[in-house]
């Protein structure tokens, strides 16, 4: 079976081209068939796949399906390598990948754009699951790329809007800014190591360098920079609340589930590198705490449902950056498993109200939903819970792995847990928040243009099967993830899940305690019955005093990066292009046409027509030279 | 023989200068012809009776009489002879008079550095004739198509 | 037999030649000019009898016979413009020709 | 024999094209079409038949023939095909072929001369890409520049006068650089073995010291590199292809850029190593600043078609930089972005095309969401922009990869630079995409009902998608037929320059 593995991106890439290449005329059934058939096949495999590899004693496994390239040292074939880390992402792209395609089918059924849709999506599944199971770093990053790409189509899905073409080139762009510090690590690598095969680069860097030296430094810095990028972390997170600008099924799939935790299988997978430059690895770090500090204030400011979920999935990705910054491999994996299957839930969840209330992402325009729309309302209370790591959610186990790793920094211990406990006060303030606007207090929806719309007007949830069933599993997943195991210790020689906890009991009570009582916090703010009195009170004192104004404004536009971004890169370049449209160079070779134009004005006074005038300088000609000869 | 020489350049001279300065065509041609017959006589001055024989016969009898049909055709009467008056301003003399001067300059302070002198021994036809029908006779035919092309264009151009 | 200094018939040639040009640049009237020419053709070839006679070799006369016929060909050839010249313009002003103008 | 054969072909195909039409308009494109046949199936059977002649020069000539031309200075008819030439002329005939695709319908006057002109030019590419007398070689330069010039010149949009002087004069002064150091080439063989030679082997012998070697290598350097074009001497290009007629613009940005690019690998460098080492870091810091400047100048163009020129001017960078890197990976990197770029470039040429013959604009301000109008236009105008970005799994990225790697190892700080071109790429690309298919529907009003993708524009699309989707997943196929020649040519300069 493992011989098959070829066939695990194969699938949905077969279903693309079919797509494709029907050019829209299947009807949607048969669209939605082969879309989420393609991808459900691959997930029969990859299960089949990582039963008889877990029964075989998990031994790593590669596979050439054929020659890519060979140039003198550089020996690159078409190869798949299993292990397992690549099992578990394999498992969740190919698992999450069908439910989100399944529900999909329910949640796009309206959409003329359909079989795009579809063909999209599986093109991303074929990328993503060729930059998991990769085994060298070029076909890695055709991978990496190829996720972009879709990324870049899915965003800008409902292309007529000119505001979600900005979003995607944004997120092209931006992460593109990400790749090319990869592509340059890639340079690097191949011309310290001779070899971009990621299994002999982890054997021979040790070897060749020592630890801390410029080479691994610059090395794992440059791959960092392309993780950072995909991973929408600190600087280049901008894109992704944008990025909320397409189909909800792609933020669920795409923005939450699987390639924005791209950058964390790319540290984790080149985790030797990281471990050789320390100084980069404590980056890693800090960063993942940044951003999640950064990302959950911002979160809290936020209106619209899907940007507060996008907010909470960088911070999220920040905790599994903290994890792989403090050498927590296996925490950094498996808090990437449970965050795949509670985010993609919440987003699905979303979905389903956004859809019910005819794409309205207002939070402070829901309220009361609580009645009108359960099952995203129990989704929502399941995934907030798994989220904000209530205990015996998954959420819970992976962060818990985090924190107490971090608590093992030897430097920095405190600082990182500290900032990762109050990260997690945040998260439950932000979640609970979201679910006390929208679910519970009074209703404010008002619904548009009744008149014209008398029966699609209505609140009405869509528990379709096609969109029900995903979220059942989801929710399962969310809540008892948390028990599954991930076989990557195998990979991760040391770093595996701390199973003893170092810390203190105080210091691990407080741990579970911290969110509870932000989701009591929140529960004051904004879901308790003095919600519309007491809690909009405080709400409004706080906003009103200047510090908390400005902080509001502050937050609410993502800590004004995409200001700063605007003001010191896209204006410059854009004033440039502008001025220098007309091609300076150009300029300069035109001046020698001008130079020979102005020359020839001037000569042609000399040509006067007249006669004896020609004759006068010919004679003068004459007299001149003459004189040349004889005075000389 | 000297004084035949100088007579003949003396009267070339005021003939020719007669030439460039006078406002009636007619006279201008009969001073050219002068000129021409006073060189024809030089030539014989210095023994080349042939060439001298030909300046007579074709310059001074063929080609100016050529002129004089030509000058009648036109038939440019009182009203040229005035316009000839107006045009003849001294200060239009003095550019290409300074630098004619030069050159003239030029020209003597090169021949002044030869200090030989000519003693006129007849160049007979028969030499030139040996010459002419000997080495030369490509030039010989290349002159005569030079005349059949003028004939030609002289044809072709005084048409209608 | 007395002798003629060399360079004095070379310096009639030159005068006579000088005489032709300022002809050929002050004069308006083409008739002139065509003269003036002349002129200029005749004393070249003074010049070309005189060094015959001072080498005593015919080679400067045959070359005196060439510019004889380069003459009459120039004139039949500019006598014919000038005919030509005349009944375009009626006049015989060369100025008026001055279409080549840059 | 075959090369004659070849060229021959094309030469007679035109000349015939051009007197067919006499019987029927329609004539010629059919007469075109039949000699662009021949020669292709021609060049099939031949590198399906036949291998490196382990004999000659290198071991890895395929073809190498000699015929008297004029023995008095050295001048003989040498041409040799290996694998380097081999797969340009593939690339030349296929794009021939592509070209008239592009020109079938829209040439409407003087035909035959215009087919004429074509299969000329196209004769002068093969010839460029096959002589060995360097000669020769500039006989061939010259006769596929006045043809295009001619293209540019009569089937121009509006202001092709301008455009073809402009590509005329460049081309003629750097050709001029470009006479003059063959030629003291050949004089310098003259006074060193007392004989004249043009041959590609007796110049290699000639020992050149110091500034002299340099301002040779220069000479060539110019020729070769106005037509690349580099930064600096690139202002012809956006102009002749903006204002060429579409196949004109597909021959000039598929095929007669990577003559520079040709002829740079095969004399610039390996007959002057010393001074092409010492020159190399200017010139990839040329290439660096290429790919950025032309990137950005990209990016505010208007005129569709004078973007994709600029873009070209960019990806050409990548070239300049692989071939200065002179390594494998460079080398192989410039080799395969030359393919990549002349299949890409020429069907985003194609598409410029197509639009201005459908909307006579090039405009973008005045074309907009045209996705919902023309979808398969669309998807394909999608496919070679991404192709362009260099989206791995297509050509381009494979000859930007390797251009970058090769590169990375001789000039690190130029390749970082460099690099960052992918993103700006990234930006011009995606902006076009966004002008042009997404948005909402907006064209000139009078041309609104504008049919989608003909099946002769269909069948060139896909052969050249194909094309790019091979070189991006199988790129081993070509890059084995090129091995051999850039081995050979690295060791003519002494193994590394």
Not at chain 4, 307 to 330: D, E, K, P, Q, R
Request: include cysteine.
């Amino acid at each position: 079976m493992q011989n098959w593995i070829g066939l695990l991106p194969a699938f949905p890439l077969a279903g693309f081209l079919l797509l494709v290449l029907s050019r829209g005329r299947m009807t949607k059934t048969v669209a939605g068939i082969i879309g989420a058939g393609s991808v459900g096949l691959s997930f029969l495999l990859a299960v089949m796949i990582s039963i008889e590899f877990l029964n075989s004693g998990a031994q790593p496994f590669s596979k050439t399906l054929w020659m890519w390239m060979q140039v003198g040292g550089l020996d690159t074939g078409f190869t798949f390598f299993l292990d397992g880390l690549t099992l578990v992402m394999i498992l969740i792209i190919s698992g999450v990948g069908f439910l989100i395609h399944l529900y999909s089918t329910g949640f796009m059924a309206d959409d003329p754009g359909f079989a795009r849709f579809f063909s999209y999506m599986n093109l991303f599944v074929a990328s993503m699951l060729v930059l998991v199971l990769a085994d060298n770093l070029i076909l890695l990053y055709l991978g990496w790329e190829g996720v972009g790409l879709c990324s870049y189509l899915l965003i800008g899905f409902w292309y007529d809007n000119p505001a979600n073409g900005y979003a995607a080139r944004k997120a092209f762009v931006v992460t593109r800014v990400g790749d090319t510090s990869m592509a340059i690590g890639l340079f690097l690598l191949f011309s310290q190591l001779g070899t971009l095969n990621i299994q002999e680069i982890l054997l021979l860097a040790p070897t060749q360098w020592s630890t801390g030296s410029a080479v691994a430094v610059a090395a794992s810095a440059l791959l960092l920079g392309g993780a950072v990028g995909k991973s929408a972390q600190l600087p280049l997170q901008t894109w992704l609340p944008d990025a909320m600008a397409g189909p909800t099924p792609i933020s669920a799939l795409i923005h939450a589930a699987t390639m924005v935790t791209a950058g964390v299988y790319l540290i984790a997978r080149t985790h030797i590198l990281f471990e050789l430059a320390p100084s980069v690895q404590l980056i890693v770090a800090f960063v993942g705490l940044a951003t999640l500090l950064m990302a959950g204030f911002t979160a809290l400011m936020q209106r619209d449902i899907k940007r507060i979920l996008a907010y909470s999935t960088i911070s999220q990705i920040g905790y599994m950056f903290l994890a792989l910054g403090v050498g927590a491999w296996s925490a950094a994996v498996f808090h990437l498993l449970t965050h795949a299957f509670f985010k993609a839930l919440l987003f699905l969840a979303a979905g389903t109200v956004i859809l019910s209330l005819h794409h309205e992402h207002d939070i402070f325009k829901m309220g009361a939903m609580r009645r009108r729309l359960p099952v995203s309302f129990w989704c929502f209370i399941v995934g907030s819970a798994a989220l904000t790591a209530l205990p015996f959610t998954s959420g819970f186990y992976s962060k818990d792995a985090i924190l107490l790793a971090a608590l093992d920094h030897p430097s920095y211990g405190m600082l990182l847990w500290v900032g990762g406990v109050l990260g997690a006060f945040m998260t439950a303030l932000y979640s609970f928040r979201l679910v006390f606007v929208v679910f519970f207090g009074k209703s404010h929806y008002e619904q548009r243009d009744t008149q014209q719309h008398d029966d699609h007007g209505a609140v009405v949830e869509n528990t379709s099967p096609a969109m029900f069933f995903p979220l059942l599993i989801l929710a399962i997943l969310s809540l008892f993830g948390g028990l599954i195991s991930v076989p990557v210790d195998a990979v991760f020689a040391n770093g595996a899940l701390h199973e003893e906890a170092h810390a203190s009991q105080f210091l691990h009570a407080l741990m579970i305690l911290i969110p509870i009582l932000g989701v009591m916090i929140s529960w004051l703010l904004y879901g308790s019955l003095s919600y519309e009195k007491a809690g909009a009170h405080l709400r409004k004192q706080l906003l009103v005093s200047p510090l908390g104004g400005l902080l509001n404004r502050f937050w609410f536009s993502g800590w004004g990066m995409d200001k700063l971004y605007q003001t010191l890169l896209v204006q410059p370049f854009l004033a440039l292009a502008q001025v220098n449209r007309k091609d300076i160079v150009d300029l300069v070779f035109n001046s020698l046409s001008y130079v020979a134009r102005f020359a020839n004005s001037a000569l042609v006074l000399t040509q006067t027509g007249n006669m004896r005038w020609y004759a006068i300088s010919l004679v003068a000609g004459l007299v001149i030279v003459i004189g040349l000869g004889v005075w000389r | 023989m000297i004084f035949l020489f100088y007579t003949a350049a003396i009267v070339a001279l005021i003939a020719t200068i007669a030439v460039i300065v006078s406002t009636n065509v007619v006279h201008a041609l009969v001073y050219l012809i002068i000129s021409l017959l006073s060189v024809a006589v030089i030539f014989f001055a210095l023994g080349a009776p042939f060439a001298a024989m030909l300046e007579a016969i074709v310059y001074a009898g063929a080609i100016m009489v050529l002129f004089l049909f030509v000058m009648m055709m036109l038939n440019l009467g009182q009203a040229t002879q005035d316009e000839e008056k107006a045009w003849m301003q001294p200060r239009l003399w003095i550019g290409p008079g300074t630098l004619v001067a030069l050159l003239l300059a030029q020209l003597t302070s090169v021949l002044f550095t030869q200090d030989v002198a000519i003693s006129p021994v007849e160049v007979g036809v028969l030499d030139i004739s040996v010459l002419l029908f000997g080495p030369w006779l490509l030039a010989v035919e290349l002159a005569s198509m030079l005349l059949l092309a003028g004939l030609v264009a002289a044809y072709h151009l005084a048409k209608k | 037999m007395e002798s003629i200094p060399y360079e004095h018939g070379l310096i009639l040639a030159a005068i006579l030649f000088v005489c032709g040009l300022v002809g050929v640049l002050t004069r308006r009237n083409i008739v002139f000019v065509l003269m003036s020419l002349e002129i200029m053709l005749n004393a070249c070839g003074l010049a070309f009898v005189v060094a015959s006679s001072r080498w005593q070799h015919a080679e400067g006369q045959v070359m005196f016979l060439m510019i004889l016929t380069l003459a009459a060909a120039e004139v039949a050839v500019g006598l014919g413009l000038i005919i030509q010249m005349y009944r375009r313009f009626h006049t015989v002003d060369i100025s008026v020709l001055n279409e080549m103008k840059g | 024999m075959i090369v004659l054969i070849l060229v021959a072909t094309l030469f007679v195909g035109g000349a015939i094209a051009w007197a067919s039409e006499a019987l029927d308009a329609r004539m010629p494109r059919v007469v075109a079409l039949l000699s662009l046949l021949v020669s292709a199936v021609l060049l099939l059977v031949f590198s399906l038949n036949s291998g490196p002649d382990v004999g000659s020069p290198g071991g890895q000539w395929w073809i190498l023939a000699s015929w008297s031309w004029i023995p008095r200075f050295g001048i003989a008819l040498l041409v040799g095909v290996d694998g380097l030439s081999l797969l340009l002329l593939l690339l030349t005939i296929f794009l021939g072929l592509i070209a008239l695709g592009a020109a079938w319908d829209e040439i409407k006057e003087r035909v035959g001369f215009f087919y004429f002109n074509l299969l000329w030019t196209i004769a002068g590419v093969v010839g460029v890409f096959t002589a060995l007398d360097l000669f020769l070689f500039f006989f061939f330069w010259e006769v596929m520049l006045i043809p295009m010039y001619l293209i540019i010149a009569i089937w121009g949009h509006e202001n092709r006068a301008y455009a073809a002087m402009k590509f005329f004069l460049y081309t003629q002064v750097s050709g001029l650089f470009l006479l003059m150091a063959i030629l003291s080439m050949s004089y310098l063989h003259y006074v060193q073995f007392a004989r004249f030679s043009f041959d590609y082997f007796d110049l290699q012998n000639i020992a050149l010291v110091g500034s002299l070697q340099t301002w040779i290598m220069l000479g060539f350097f110019v020729g070769f590199a106005t037509k690349l074009p580099i930064f600096g001497l690139h202002s012809w290009l956006p102009d002749a292809h903006s204002q060429a007629p579409t196949a004109g613009s597909v021959l000039l940005a598929g095929v007669l850029l990577k003559t520079g690019a040709y002829g740079l690998i095969r004399f610039a460098v390996p007959l002057f190593p010393e001074a092409s080492d010492s020159f190399s870091s200017v010139a990839m810091t040329i290439a660096a600043l290429g790919i950025l400047y032309c990137a950005k100048v990209a990016f505010a163009q208007q005129d569709i078609k004078r973007l994709i020129a600029y873009t070209s001017v960019s990806h050409m960078g990548f070239v300049l930089l692989g071939i200065y890197a002179w390594n494998l990976y460079g080398l192989q990197g410039a080799v395969m972005t030359m393919l990549a770029h002349g299949l890409s470039s020429a069907a985003l040429f194609m598409l410029a095309g197509g639009l201005q013959s459908r909307f006579h604009t090039r405009d973008m301000r005045q074309l907009n969401g045209l996705w919902a109008k023309l979808p398969m236009l669309s998807a394909m105008a999608l496919f070679f922009s991404v192709a362009a970005v260099g989206m791995p799994g297509l050509g381009n990225f494979i000859g930007e990869f390797l251009s970058l790697l090769g590169a990375f190892q001789s000039n690190p700080v130029a390749t970082i630079f460099a690099a960052l071109g992918l993103v700006l790429a990234a930006v011009y690309s995606l902006w076009v995409i966004q002008k042009v298919l997404h948005g909402s529907l907006q064209v000139p009003n009078e041309y609104s009902n504008a049919a989608d993708l003909s099946l002769v524009e269909i069948l060139c699309y896909a052969l050249m998608a194909l094309g790019l989707v091979w070189m991006g997943m199988y790129p081993q196929s070509f890059l084995d037929v090129s091995e051999a020649s850039l081995l050979y040519l690295q060791s003519l300069s002494g193994g590394a320059a």
